[in-house]
């Protein structure tokens, strides 16, 4: 998406740069009622914020991206900061709906941003992308959990990485028939990532029976 | 070993598939049982079984190795997918057992296969091979422990990294005495890590008691 | 401080490898209560080691250090090795107090190196040298702590990551304006990195109260 318009890019930034603060934030909720420090909940905000892309620049062996953009790590910094001496705000209803939903779309735009990213550097045909997208958008957060000691998200059943699979799966396979839509293919699949993951944050919903197998 | 015959590449290669199943197929029984959903399930499938030889690659800085060859990416998530609704098919003795011996089978291959690489990469004199081999065999499983809230293998006395370690040692320190032997040599090796794991199944071996303080 | 005289690298050199030791036989007794055998713990011991350095050199792009200098994983091998079956002597008082400071040098030096590193790299313009710093600081031993089941550093409010972000960011805020004095300048926050951490050691500090929101 390098060929986007100058003006979707800034609007792209600014997106991207709403969700590194709701990452930052909700993870220094995620763990302040643990009884860390601010120093603990800010180092916490940035790998939650930063950490997914890092593996996934890694991995693919590009510069990672927050070296030439320190916007991402500032952002972080500072919502982890003000989130942490205004956990009372920020936990209170309203604010922390607005963190979730703002979660939910920013796991969206980078889980298709990444799929795009991997695409265009040709790592790993179709499967690369989707996985590398999955990992850019619960990576982050997977590491925050490991390092508080808190149970992943992976064993939780919540639908999060489901919606993300659905949308980055969709974008991977309807963007060979559509290589002149990639825009509109990945604000559909942005979308759909978003619509899913905000009806289980309204509705609570969890991951539907036939995928829990109990012994 | 890259100049070993193409007869033995197929072979190889079949073997790394068939051990990539061994390793996610135990890696989905091994989180089953804390209700993990089917999702996650895969994604635990695939981390543990590509996990390992990813870490390597990143810190050898070469590319990584499932980014140009998606058969391991696939394998792993059909024997996640397949393992996750059979799980009580799996989980019977002798297919259990099976994947076990799999498994001890992929983990001796996939040491040596790592040490080769390292050692053809002149990364790490002859520290950088064993200790690359034993992260590539226990990586995958490591981080998925971690992910899963599992104790890892590494606090359990299983005999599980110690045959790993004998086995990648002996390798890189009679490399240099048999330059032209190197297929010979990788496949005494692997037949000895395979034993020893092997007999630590068969017989719940537990690793000696010289091996353990305990104060 | 590639250009830095030889006499001084050799102290370098010989500092890290002591700081090296220091960090693999605290780490040893960090995991050796929990009933490790003399294999997790060696491995233990190196991860902790060498762990933040590699995370630092991966995200860097650099060749992995430990890579052409096998110094680091010899010693850490050793120190693990006689740490593990000298426990009762390691953990005895006087010892154990001087494994701590030479913990606390190793800290204060291996972080101000890593900043220096960065910068010299152009990473990430100055939060990238001090998050860096950090990481190479402490990420051996968080990854310890994560494989081990032990609660991370990050949760303790013991005064360990504070004083290195502490000195990491008067080094780098400082540089600029004494371009020629990097010599003196990385000596004096490394002592004042030294510093703050053994007195926190000596008196048991723990983060400010205003540091820590309890709701």
Chains 1, 2, 3 share one sequence.
Not at 65 to 89: E, H, K, P, R
Not at 185 to 202: E, K, N, T, Y
């Amino acid at each position: 998406m390098s060929d986007i318009s100058p003006a979707l890019s800034a609007f792209e930034y600014w997106v991207s740069m709403a969700g590194t603060i709701a990452f930052a934030s909700t993870a220094v909720l995620a763990v302040a009622a643990k009884g860390i420090d601010v120093f603990g909940a800010v180092i916490m905000g940035i790998i939650t914020a930063v950490g997914g892309g890092t593996i996934r620049d890694v991995i693919l062996d590009v510069p990672v991206f927050w070296g030439s953009d320190l916007g991402y790590i500032w952002f972080a910094m500072a919502a982890s900061f003000v989130t942490y001496y205004a956990q009372s705000f920020v936990s209170s209803r309203y604010v922390y709906s607005l963190m979730l939903y703002l979660d939910a779309a920013a796991v969206a735009m980078f889980a298709i941003l990444a799929a795009s990213k991997v695409l265009d550097a040709g790592f790993g045909g179709a499967a690369g992308p989707v996985l590398l997208g999955i990992v850019t958008a619960i990576g982050g957060g997977l590491t925050r959990d490991v390092l508080a000691g808190n149970e992943t998200l992976l064993m939780k059943k919540e639908l999060y990485a489901v919606p993300v699979t659905i949308g980055t799966v969709l974008f991977v396979a309807a963007l060979p028939y559509y290589p002149e839509g990639e825009l509109v293919l990945s604000i559909v699949c942005v979308l759909l990532i978003f619509f899913i993951r905000a009806a289980a944050i309204h509705w609570g919903l969890r991951v539907p029976r036939w995928m829990v197998v109990t012994k």
